[in-house]
T-cell receptor, first 110, second 117 residues
Framework: SQQGEEDPQALSIQEGENATMNCSYK?????LQWYRQNSGRGLVHLILIRSNEREKHSGRLRVTLDTSKKSSSLLITASRAADTASYFCATGSYGGKLIFGQGTELSVKP | DTAVSQTPKYLVTQMGNDKSIKCEQNLGHDTMYWYKQDSKKFLKIMFSYNNKELIINETVPNRFSPKSPDKAHLNLHINSLELGDSAVYFC????????????????FGPGTRLTVL
């Protein structure tokens, strides 16, 4: 079953702007992960945030987690055309099972 | 030096046929997975194996049979292919034992696009 939803489903911005994607989930989690998928390719892990963390940074990425609201957000600052991709959040559970959101399609126009 | 590789990349076949997709990882990981991504890009786990042992088996038809000859390989065999099996199938791997694997990032292969005619 699908864990949650991502919002927006599609986002179009200009290079240099910031992009924010949101993810909601339904059950208690140990961690939440964000992945990127370029068109026709496999998924690439971006960042993992644990349930006892509230914010995490990696380069131009900033992830927040609010366990009381069961939500997370991914912020990409100073976006580039190469950031154009689909972005998925996923929650981890027993046995490594990742339950994915429906994804946000980000388009960054040069 | 590809980390997780899958063959073939594309597979076009007729309904009723039997086909296999192969996956290999050279990362030394203990756990491997198969995911299915449908036409709306929704990703769902199918199976996971830890050290050749089946850990997760979602509600997948028994026409799908994973086989793990060693911990670096996890193949997917599909019998009696149906139109609804058309999708992109991704193999992935992660470090750690079955329970701890949930705490680790997963490394995905490039995917196999299966088209059933």
């Amino acid at each position: 079953s699908q864990q949650g939803e991502e919002d927006p489903q599609a986002l179009s911005i200009q290079e240099g702007e910031n992009a924010t994607m949101n993810c909601s989930y339904k059950t208690s989690i140990n961690n939440l992960q964000w992945y990127r998928q370029n068109s026709g390719r496999g998924l690439v892990h971006l960042i993992l945030i644990r349930s006892n963390e509230r914010e995490k940074h990696s380069g131009r990425l900033r992830v927040t987690l609010d366990t009381s609201k069961k939500s997370s957000s991914l912020l990409i600052t100073a976006s580039r055309a190469a950031d154009t991709a689909s972005y998925f959040c996923a929650t981890g559970s027993y046995g490594g099972k990742l339950i994915f959101g429906q994804g946000t399609e980000l388009s960054v126009k040069p | 030096d590809t980390a997780v590789s899958q063959t073939p990349k594309y597979l076009v076949t007729q309904m009723g046929n039997d086909k296999s997709i192969k996956c290999e990882q050279n990362l030394g990981h203990d756990t491997m997975y198969w995911y299915k991504q449908d036409s709306k890009k929704f990703l769902k786990i199918m199976f996971s194996y830890n050290n050749k042992e089946l850990i997760i088996n979602e509600t997948v038809p028994n026409r799908f049979s994973p086989k793990s000859p060693d911990k670096a390989h996890l193949n997917l065999h599909i019998n009696s292919l149906e139109l609804g099996d058309s999708a992109v199938y991704f193999c992935a791997s992660s470090h750690g034992t079955s329970g701890a694997s949930s705490y680790n990032e997963q490394f995905f292969g490039p995917g196999t696009r299966l088209t059933v005619l």
